[in-house]
């Protein structure tokens, strides 16, 4: 007859257990290991980044996103879609959720119509956004106040500052930030009027390009002039991260004519200066995009259905 210590050491085949399933006998004889699966996990004391437990934090650690939006006809959608180019507060949340603590201060350098902000009040950070433009800037807090309703959120905690974000970077404290998260002008792209500004938005009369205004990076001529002051500006913002912070940067890579620009690539490369460096380049797939017959049928033009989201720590 075998005995109680054998029946454990083998499984109902006659082989020798797996060693998750010596491991299962154990806790379930060990009163020390909780029985309960349902039992919270808590935060690592150790983990000085963000409030996020193993399992939080494992799963955000995966390079592809989908990206995550409300739906155009969301009521919460209509002040972000008056934006030429918006990018989801859903998406922004993550990465913010990932890279600081409650409490924490990050900036958006270009800020728009404010998703950083709604996903700092959300999510109990102080934000801080520079914008060029009045208008949008004036849709930013509306947002603010419309969107955020929650008794747990408090947009009281959120600062626009209208200006350039040229200037306005280097009013910025050393050491003053824990996370920078934005999505800058792709270049002058937003002057090109083809089918999905045609079909999605000058139908609707909304906005097709950020302003008229000569400082808007958006309307710069010369590549690597724009690329030049990008660049700039976020190594001012660097200059205010606090040592071993993190940065993330939305951007997608373009056409322009026949050339393709690989904008992400440049800005990782024009940033080292400024000791930024590169951690991931994790890809935000947009599924939910239309398809258009760019190219036919004459040449290969691709539906560019991702961006990148560039992760950049600064160094000591």
């Known amino acids: 007859m075998k005995t109680k210590m054998s029946l454990e050491n083998e499984n109902l085949l006659g082989e020798t257990p797996s060693p998750i399933l010596k491991k299962a006998v154990r806790s379930a004889k060990d009163p020390k290991e909780p029985k309960d699966k349902s039992t919270p996990k808590v935060v690592d004391p150790r983990n000085a980044l963000n409030d996020l437990t193993s399992s939080e934090w494992i799963a955000e650690t995966v390079s592809v996103w989908n990206q995550r939006g409300l739906g155009a006809g969301h009521p919460d959608a209509q002040i972000e879609r008056q934006h030429p180019a918006p990018f989801s507060f859903t998406d922004v949340s993550r990465l913010i959720k990932f890279f600081t603590k409650a409490g924490h201060t990050v900036l958006d350098p270009f800020v728009g119509v404010g998703s950083t902000l709604k996903a700092c009040a959300i999510e109990g950070r102080k934000g801080i ?27 009281s905690e959120q600062k626009i500052l209208i200006g350039d974000s040229k200037e306005l970077s280097k009013t910025l ?14 270049w002058n792209i937003l002057h090109k009027k083809d089918h999905k500004a045609k079909q999605e938005r000058v139908i609707h009369e909304l906005d097709t390009q950020y302003s008229e205004d000569k400082r808007d990076l958006g309307n710069v001529s010369d ?18 991260l606090k040592p071993k912070k993190y940065m993330a940067v939305i951007v997608s890579d373009f056409r322009d004519k026949s050339r393709f620009y690989m904008f992400h690539s440049d800005l990782v490369n024009a940033l080292a200066k400024y000791k930024l460096e590169l951690r991931s380049l994790n890809i935000l797939y947009q599924r939910h995009k239309r398809i258009f017959p760019y190219g036919y049928p004459y040449a290969y033009v691709p539906n560019i259905h991702h961006q990148y989201i560039v992760i950049l720590q600064k160094g000591v």
């Open 223 to 240: 590549y690597d002039d724009f690329l030049e002051q990008v660049s700039s500006i976020l190594g001012d913002c660097a200059r205010a």
């Open 173 to 186: 404290p050393e050491n003053s930030l824990d996370f920078v998260v934005t999505s800058p002008p792709y």
């Open 129 to 155: 956004g520079f914008e060029l433009s009045p208008k949008y800037a004036a849709l930013a807090e509306e947002r603010l106040s419309k969107e955020v309703r929650s008794l747990f959120s408090d947009d």
